[in-house]
């Protein structure tokens, strides 16, 4: 744990410290705070960006890919002359040269192979920025399971979604519960073979970390449990809120 800020973090974070939702101590919550994103693309690039350099102490970047010309219309972490590199361990890097001052770790590996529930008690936010449903399925299952905070979003086309599960707080309802069939390999729809609108996904991307330093500040979070829906091209946002599926298979035992 930090005493306080440096001369240098009250400087680099003075339009923070100005925020009455922020000051201080917020800004000390974020440079104590560690958050897991997985995901390094049209999501991931947007919210770690606004993360490292918002002062979050700690980010870790999960993600097995590798950089591609089809990438660089979005994922803007990324340089032309990065093609073919890792995404996981380029984003690390972009972050930890964007602030020095923060600690960041990249991951080359499937969500699924890193022991996710081994090290969630050391996480105090995780950021769900992939674009499959098997990943998305197996984070909600174990932010649930560990009860930790998860921020989901997803963009295709126009269309994007946002949702905010706050696992601390039970009961709550989870990802299984609102997209029960998204796990239909005839039903899935990607990016790359339906499109994506490169600054939807910083529209985004941006939300999820502009909750995520609110849920870090201890702010009271509008959005838990609500589906936010934003269709770019009518620029039309739409919330629904969201209730638990009593046969949900992950959250309510039998
Ligand atoms: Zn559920």
């Given at each position: ?36 994103i ?44 990065h ?23 990249g991951?080359?590996?499937p969500?699924?192979?890193?022991g ?51 696992f ?18 005839n039903?899935q ?23 995520a ?23 039309q ?6 209730g638990?599926d ?9």
């Amino acid at each position: 744990m930090s005493v306080g800020l440096s001369e240098q973090e009250s400087l680099r974070y003075s339009r923070h410290l100005l925020l009455k939702q922020i000051g201080e101590a917020g800004q000390l919550a974020l440079k104590n705070a560690h958050v897991l994103i997985v995901g390094a693309g049209g999501l991931g690039a947007p919210a770690s960006l606004y993360l490292a350099a918002a002062g979050v102490g700690r980010l870790t970047i999960v993600d097995p890919d590798s950089i591609e010309v089809s990438n660089l219309q979005r994922q803007i972490l990324y340089k032309t002359n990065h093609q073919g590199r890792s995404k996981a361990l380029t984003a690390s890097a972009q972050l930890q040269a964007l602030n020095t001052q923060i600690k960041v770790v990249g991951i080359e590996q499937p969500i699924q192979q890193v022991g996710l529930p081994n090290w969630l008690a050391d996480v105090d936010l995780v950021l769900d920025c992939t674009d499959n449903a098997d990943s998305r399925y197996y984070i909600n299952q174990a932010c649930q399971q560990h009860k930790v905070a998860l921020i989901s979003a997803a963009a295709i086309r126009g269309e994007g979604q946002f949702v905010f599960f706050n696992f601390k707080q039970q009961p709550t309802p989870c990802y299984q519960c609102i997209f029960p069939d998204l796990a239909d390999p005839n039903s899935q729809l990607n990016c790359s073979n339906s499109g994506v609108l490169g600054p939807l996904l910083g529209v985004m991307g941006s939300l999820q970390a502009l909750e995520a330093i609110k849920y870090l500040t201890g702010q009271q979070a509008r959005f838990e449990s609500q589906l936010l829906t934003f269709d770019a091209w009518q620029m039309q946002f739409n919330s629904f809120k969201l209730g638990r599926d009593p046969d949900c298979a992950i959250c309510c035992h039998h």
